[in-house]
C-alpha cells in the first residue's frame, strides 16, 4: 500500500473519534471499584469502633493522604499519557500526600501521652497492611492499564508506576478503614511500602502494555 | 525555521477535529514529507539503509492517526507529531537490532536539499493487511487498495455503512498493533 493510499484510508477513518483517556480512565475505574470493595468486605471489612475512631483526627488523615495520593497520581499518569509529556515538575504532585503525611507525624510528635515510637511504628497489622494494599489494588491496576492503553506515553514504564501508584492510593482508602493502626508514622511506613510495591508492579506491566 | 508551516498544522488538526476531512487529508500530506525526512535521517545515523523510511513513515502516519486524541487542542501540534514520530524512529531501528541514538532534531529541522519524494515502497502495512480478520481486511482492501468510498464498501460487501466505518476502524487499529509486536 502505498502511503497517498494510507494517508485518503486515514482520511475516511477520521469521523470515528476515541474517547479521551480520562474519560476512559473514569470507566475502567467505576467498574473496577466494586471488585475491590467486594473483596475487602469479604475478608476484612471496616473496623468495629468506626464511630468512635472517626473523632481521632489521625484516623481521618489517613483517608486525606491515600485520596490526595490516588487523585495526584490520577492527574501525574493523565499527563504522561500524551506524547511529548515528561514527567518534570507534575512529580511535585506527589508532595501534597507527603506533605500532608508530614504534618501529621509532627502533630503526632507534640501530643501529650503518645505511645512508644517503635510501638506505633510496627503496630499491629503492618504485614496485612501491606499485603492488602497490594492485594485490594490489583483490579484497579488493570483497570487503569487498560485505561491507559489508549494513551500515546513516551514512558510507558513511568505511566504504568503511576497508574500502580493510583491504584494503591485507592486501595489504601478502603483498607484504611478496617486498619486499626492510625499513627502516621504506621501510614508513613508500611502504606508506603505497599504503594512502592504496587508501583513496582504497574512499572514492570506498563513497560510491556502501554508501548503504543 | 517552519514556525509559520506549523501553525498551519495545528489550525487544520483543529479543524479535522471538528469534522472537516479535506484539512485532515491535507494536513496528512503536509507532514508526510517532514516525516520522511527525519526517518530517513534516523536511518542515516544508525547506519541503516535509507530508502526503507517508507514502513516508519507509514507507521507514524498510523499512530499518528489512532492516538490524535491524546493531542491537546490548546497546545501546538507539531511537537505532539515529532514526539509519536520519534517514538516510532526508535521503535523501527530497536526493531533492526541497532543501538541507537535518536536525535530530538531528526524530525524538528529539515534541512535543505532533503529528498522528499516515497523511495522504496513499504510492504509492512500491506503484510498485515492480510492477517486481518476477514471483514476489516476486505473493507480495507476496498477502501484503501481499491479506492473505493464508505457508500461504495458497503453496497459491494451487503454491510451497513456503520458497520464498514466500524470495521475500518478496527482495521486499523489491528494493523497498528500488528506492526507493534513485530
Keep these: 500500500m502505498d502511503t497517498e493510499n494510507l494517508i485518503r484510508t486515514l482520511t475516511a477513518d477520521n469521523p470515528t473519534h476515541e474517547r479521551p483517556v480520562g474519560q476512559s480512565l473514569l470507566i475502567g475505574l467505576v467498574f473496577a471499584a466494586p471488585v475491590s470493595v467486594v473483596m475487602f468486605m469479604m475478608e476484612l471489612g471496616m473496623r468495629k469502633d468506626v464511630m468512635t475512631a472517626m473523632r481521632n483526627p489521625f484516623f481521618d488523615l489517613k483517608f486525606v493522604v491515600t485520596i490526595a495520593l490516588a487523585v495526584s497520581a490520577i492527574a501525574v499518569s493523565l499527563h504522561l499519557s500524551r506524547p511529548e509529556a515528561s514527567l518534570g515538575r507534575w512529580a511535585w504532585l506527589l508532595a501534597i500526600p507527603v506533605g500532608l503525611l508530614g504534618i501529621g507525624m509532627m502533630g503526632e510528635m507534640t501530643m501529650p501521652n503518645r505511645t512508644p515510637m517503635m510501638t ?21 491496576l488493570a483497570a487503569a492499564l ?3 492503553r489508549r494513551g500515546a506515553p513516551s514512558h510507558p514504564a513511568l505511566a504504568g508506576a ?3 501508584a493510583l491504584s494503591a492510593g485507592l486501595a489504601a482508602t478502603l483498607y484504611a478503614s478496617h486498619c486499626t493502626d492510625d499513627s502516621p508514622l504506621f501510614v508513613a511506613t508500611w502504606y508506603t511500602l505497599a504503594v512502592v510495591v504496587v508501583a513496582g508492579i504497574g512499572a514492570l506491566a506498563g513497560a510491556r502494555v502501554l508501548k503504543f | 525555521m517552519r514556525g509559520r ?24 500530506k503536509a507532514v508526510t514529507p517532514v516525516l520522511r525526512a527525519g526517518a530517513r535521517r534516523g536511518l542515516a545515523r544508525a547506519g541503516q539503509p535509507v530508502d526503507q523510511s517508507e514502513d516508519i513513515v507509514q507507521d507514524i502516519l498510523l499512530a499518528v492517526h489512532l492516538k490524535r486524541h491524546t493531542w491537546d487542542p490548546k497546545a501546538p501540534f507539531a511537537p505532539w507529531l515529532f514526539a509519536i514520530a520519534r517514538n516510532k524512529l526508535i521503535d523501527a531501528l530497536r526493531r533492526r537490532g541497532r543501538r541507537i541514538f535518536v536525535n530530538i532534531d ?9 529528498p522528499v519524494e516515497e523511495t522504496v515502497p513499504a510492504g509492512e502495512v500491506t503484510a498485515h493487511l492480510s492477517t486481518l480478520p476477514p471483514r476489516q481486511r476486505d473493507v480495507l482492501q476496498s477502501i484503501a487498495v481499491d479506492n473505493a468510498s464508505i457508500k461504495e464498501t458497503a453496497a459491494k460487501l451487503s454491510m451497513t455503512e456503520g458497520a464498514v466505518r466500524v470495521a475500518l476502524h478496527r482495521g486499523l487499529s489491528g494493523l497498528a498493533s500488528k506492526l507493534r509486536s513485530e
Design chain 1, 120 to 140: 506505633r511504628l510496627i503496630g499491629n497489622n503492618s504485614r496485612v497492611c501491606v499485603l492488602a494494599i497490594s492485594l485490594l489494588s490489583l483490579p484497579l
Design chain 1, 146 to 148: 487498560l485505561a491507559l
Design chain 1, 162 to 164: 503511576f497508574a500502580g
Design chain 2, 5 to 28: 508551516e506549523e501553525d498551519e498544522w495545528t489550525g487544520l488538526m483543529l479543524a479535522a477535529n471538528a469534522g472537516d476531512n479535506p484539512a485532515y487529508h491535507r494536513l496528512l
Design chain 2, 106 to 114: 531528526d524530525f524538528s529541522e529539515t534541512l535543505p536539499g532533503d
